[in-house]
């Protein structure tokens, strides 16, 4: 793991300007800086960066965060490797905490090989353009095939030599370990001799999210009956083929920029689709897709769509995975290429443009696409019928997100009218089906977590799902973050002479039941606790950048911009000049000043302000808190008093009720309003 010391040398030279502003294009704005959202299409710049809060947030498409989580948003690094790439770019030496021996040796042979396919990557690239049998046997054959020149050395193709063990000879020459090398795939023994695996083959190399070379695949050249077409490296520390996706690495933000991901069989469906423009394109490399694939593409988008080949094998590679990809809460939709062609050949066929075409007007439903293969199967046989019928309960219940009620119900209705059978029915068997499964995964839950979670789900029905329920949860859901804010805010300022903001609300908060959200919790507790031990670590930046990103990502949510525009402004602004509009860019404030000086006060009332109303706010916020407390107390109290009671007992809840409703009527005199109906 990376030491402390090195994370706070990187945090100390992080410049958010510098770091986001090499990927995006930033004009300065005021305090702030603008620029095109990278991360959805936008034509009117909606993308803020504070260098001095160090965050930036898309008022068009919601997204937020500091420099570490855009690296690993934009770039899809872990956190590990956007400190690495900072540290790097910062000329910062890392440094390493102590690890076992173990650890150590897995860590620095993943180093080695990391290495090794770096080198073996050159070695075949420049065997494919700067030999004669590079250029006559593997060029040629590409160029065959219709790829130009700059897709090739984009997706870094090679190819290795007939000779058996030119590859072997470079390897040692450069004193590269022979066991690492066969580790690596790159090698083999043979009767004590060491032989190049890849001989007279054309080599894909396959990167991981960073651009490394985690391994290769090998299509072969001449027709040989008894050699496999492909040949891909073994498993080893750093190549795990059921994580790894070919292309993710070249397609990664245009997935993030289309909103959906196209998976494709073979390397290169892949290349053949980026050369013609589409690179929201990865491969899944002819095998079953695994869960750890999924998430992989769900990092980037919840919409996928499977392009194959349209003969029953492709039909049957498509169906393979497609309850976890439901379960992984994918949108999944099927194209199926016709006339024996594949999408390498049919892009060539058609042209970029005609395939974009095809693909979106022959995407299909994939459940609705499974029925369809289903019943074909099935045929007259009132035995497959109802294993049918069953298949497709099973697969519909897999849809388990509660996002995704809606999407659940619309499959109910669809399939039983395809299926001819009672909506009602299937609904029932769907359900069996959830039941089933939540009844498995609650055998295995501690019984608290399970208890929990049937509290909330009788909660959830009792409410009967209304809109008031929620409309309240999101208003509670405000106040508690409100807190949360100040803390970050003013946590550290004075409130007196005698103590700290912070201090004054864990006093007036002695009930942890005034927060309900878990995350607001766990910042809070966290707060409170780093106050304890050392005060003087405390400030925005250090939730900010906090490794724990449960706490980060909620810093980097509540603290405002100093101006968000309001709809009237952006009104305004739209029908500026094309002069005014570029004054603003240029000084905001020289901006309000000098064009519309007599309307200055009216410009900045359509803007957002924060002003210095702290301790306003930190009463505000608490007695909310404490007023929703009360409310729920009366609640509690007026069921209790509807149901039977001696005369004793009635005048005992009678008067909790007049005192609690004299502490409301209080709090709500100090909040200005009732807030709570």
């Known amino acids: 793991m990376i030491s402390q010391n090195t994370i706070q040398q990187i945090l100390g030279r992080i410049d958010i300007i510098d770091i986001i502003g090499g990927f995006v ?24 960066v504070s260098p001095s809060k160090e965050i930036y947030k898309c008022f068009g498409c919601g997204r937020s965060g500091n ?44 180093d080695s090989l990391y290495i090794i396919n770096h080198f073996a990557q050159q070695f075949f690239t420049k065997m494919l353009f700067e030999t004669e049998e590079g250029r006559d046997i593997g060029l040629s054959y590409l160029k065959e095939r219709g790829f130009r020149e700059e897709i090739i050395r984009k997706f870094q193709l090679g190819y290795s030599p007939e000779q058996k063990d030119a590859f072997v000879k470079e390897a040692i020459a450069q004193q590269y370990n022979t066991e690492l090398l066969i580790r690596a ?85 892949v290349v053949s689709l980026h050369q013609a423009g589409i690179e929201n394109v990865v491969a899944s490399g002819g095998t079953s897709l695994t869960t750890d694939q999924l998430r992989l593409i769900k990092k980037y988008t919840n919409n996928l769509t499977i392009i194959y080949d349209g003969d029953a094998a492709g039909v049957k590679a498509a169906l393979r995975g497609l309850d976890l990809a439901l379960e992984e809460g994918l949108n999944v939709k099927l194209i199926l290429i016709p006339d024996r062609e594949d999408p390498d050949s049919y892009v060539n066929k058609l042209g970029a443009t005609n395939f974009i075409q ?88 501690p019984f608290e977590e399970a208890k929990h979670h049937e509290q909330n789900a009788r909660q959830a029905e009792a409410t009967n799902y209304d809109d008031a329920t929620f409309n309240l949860l999101f208003k509670d859901e405000l106040q508690e973050r409100e807190v949360a804010r100040i803390l970050l805010e003013h946590g550290i300022k004075k409130w007196d002479e005698t103590k700290l903001i912070a201090e004054h609300i864990f006093e007036e908060m002695v009930e942890e039941s005034l927060i309900d959200n878990q995350d607001v919790t766990h910042l809070i507790v966290h707060f409170k606790r780093t106050l304890q031990l050392n005060r003087t670590t405390i400030d925005k930046n250090y939730f900010i950048y906090h490794t724990d990103t449960r706490i980060s990502a909620l810093a980097v949510a509540l603290l405002n911009f100093p101006y968000e525009e309001s709809e009237r402004w952006r009104k305004e602004f739209s029908q500026a000049s094309g002069y005014q509009k570029n004054l603003f860019e240029q000084d905001y404030d020289h901006f309000i000043k000098t064009i519309a000086p007599e309307n200055e006060e009216k410009l900045m009332d359509y803007l957002k302000t924060d002003e210095d109303r702290t301790n306003e706010e930190v009463d505000s916020a608490i007695n909310y808190l404490k007023l929703r407390k009360i409310k729920r107390m009366l609640l509690e109290n007026q069921l209790d008093m509807e149901k039977q009671h001696n005369p004793e007992e009635y005048n005992i809840l009678y008067q909790t009720h007049d005192h609690l409703k004299q502490m409301e009527i209080e709090l709500t005199r100090k909040t200005g309003s009732v807030i709570i109906r």
């Open 358 to 445: 095809f693909v979106e007007k022959n995407k299909k439903d994939f459940i609705l696409f499974q029925l369809e293969v289903a019943l074909k199967d099935a045929g007259n046989d009132s035995r497959k019928k109802a294993e049918v019928v069953n298949r497709m309960a099973e697969t519909i219940s897999k849809i388990n997100k509660a996002e995704d009620f809606t999407k659940q119900q619309d499959y109910v209705k669809q399939c039983s009218e395809i299926l001819k059978i009672d909506e009602a029915g299937l609904h029932a068997l769907v359900n069996q089906f959830i039941r089933d499964r939540i009844s498995t995964l609650e055998r295995k839950l």
């Open 25 to 48: 294009k930033l004009k300065k704005r005021g305090a702030n800086y603008l620029g095109l959202c990278p991360f959805h299409n936008e034509k009117t710049p909606s993308f803020t």
């Open 185 to 269: 795939g790159l090698v083999a023994s043979r009767n004590d001799q060491l032989m190049d695996n890849y001989r007279g083959r054309i080599i894909f190399p396959v990167h991981n999210h960073s651009g490394k070379v985690l391994g290769f695949g090998a299509r072969i050249l001449k027709t040989n009956d008894k050699a496999p077409k492909y040949i891909n490296s073994p498993e080893n520390e750093i190549y795990i083929k059921s994580k790894i996706l070919y292309g993710s690495y070249f397609a990664r933000q245009a997935i993030d920029k289309a909103d959906e991901c196209l998976l494709v069989e073979g390397y290169t469906d």
């Open 67 to 110: 420099s570490i989580s855009f690296l690993m948003e934009h770039e899809k690094y872990s956190y590990v490797d956007a400190l690495k790439w900072l540290a790097n770019r910062y000329n910062i030496e890392i440094e390493e905490t102590f690890a076992t021996d173990e650890q150590r040796q897995q860590m620095q042979a993943a």
